[in-house]
């Protein structure tokens, strides 16, 4: 086949809420959740890649966007001829999406920095180098989308040489100034967020350590007012960790946002912070 990589596997349509996507394969006009797939269509056919990062079954502004923008025939019509779309899911249901493909998703939203759904990355046809990125939105269409989709499209090395080409002497020199100064105070910022965060996971390590010592001193203190003491300093450490582990189990198992569960993570929070404040006040 021509184009081997491109497989056409409507069979493997995965249902997910909101929103419909191929689990193995590029199918042209449809989200795929295969991102490998995705890179080899992209550089073979010389697209860009439209990430999706979303909350399939449970964001209501992810189901807006397939409502208003992604099902219809017009968006399906360009995104066949211009893209491979990538859907990257976060669902409830973790049955929405094949094992072999959480971790990666994962490892994507730290990558990209994703911190609400549905993000919106537009790769360039290398599947790495980032082209911008785009938001949902009550008012938007596929026209407007498109629109959006095509200002970052501007960024693409090819139409920036092509637009270069268009340009004389002295513009292109200016152009160029302009361009470089850009690139170089996108580096800078990058480099301000990489040391903010370097400093940032610093100042947790310090703080973690801290409040280790401090807990360190307090039992050696305890110790001093005798065994009895002591063990009762350290049953109460017992049932804090037991309390804050209970607690943290629960929250693992996703529970529903309901008056009841607001309630439970109440009491349990309280019973933590008590005992919290018991081994504070030795």
Do not use: H
């Not at 200002?151 to 002497?169: C, E, G, I, V």
């Not at 002295?170 to 152009?175: C, G, I, P, Q, R």
């Not at 360190?216 to 350290?234: C, S």
């Not at 209970?246 to 529903?256: M, V």
């Amino acid at each position: 086949m021509k184009n081997a990589i491109v497989l056409f596997t409507a069979g493997l349509m995965l249902a997910t809420g909101a929103a419909a996507a191929v689990t193995e394969g590029v199918v042209p006009g449809e989200w795929t959740m295969d991102f490998d797939a995705a890179k080899k269509v992209a550089a073979e056919q010389k697209r860009p890649l439209l990430l999706d990062f979303s909350g399939s079954d449970w964001c209501g502004w992810c189901k807006l966007m397939e409502e208003k923008v992604f099902t219809l025939p017009e968006w399906k019509a360009y995104a066949a001829s211009n893209l491979v779309m990538v859907l990257v899911d976060f669902p409830q249901d973790k049955s929405l999406v094949p094992e072999k493909y959480a971790a990666r998703n994962q490892a994507l939203s730290e990558q990209f920095g994703i911190e609400g759904f549905p993000t919106f990355i537009v790769l360039d046809d290398d599947g790495t180098t980032v082209l911008g990125r785009l938001q949902a939105g009550q008012e938007k269409t596929p026209a407007s989308f498109k629109a959006e989709l095509e200002a970052l499209l501007r960024n693409r090395p090819a139409a920036q040489a092509a637009f270069m080409d268009s340009l004389d002497a002295a513009e292109k020199e200016t152009f160029a100034a302009m361009s470089g100064e850009l690139a170089a105070k996108k580096a800078a910022l990058e480099k301000a967020e990489a040391d903010a965060m370097a400093a940032q996971q610093q100042a947790e390590t310090l703080g973690g350590e801290i409040g280790e010592l401090e807990m360190k001193i307090k039992e050696f203190k305890v110790a001093q007012l005798g065994d009895d003491k002591l063990a009762e300093f350290k049953a109460l450490q017992a049932q804090r960790d037991a309390k804050m582990k209970e607690l943290t189990d629960w929250i693992a198992t996703e529970p529903e946002q309901n008056e009841e569960n607001m309630a439970k993570f109440e009491a349990m929070r309280t019973g933590v912070m008590d005992l919290i404040g018991q081994i504070e006040a030795f």
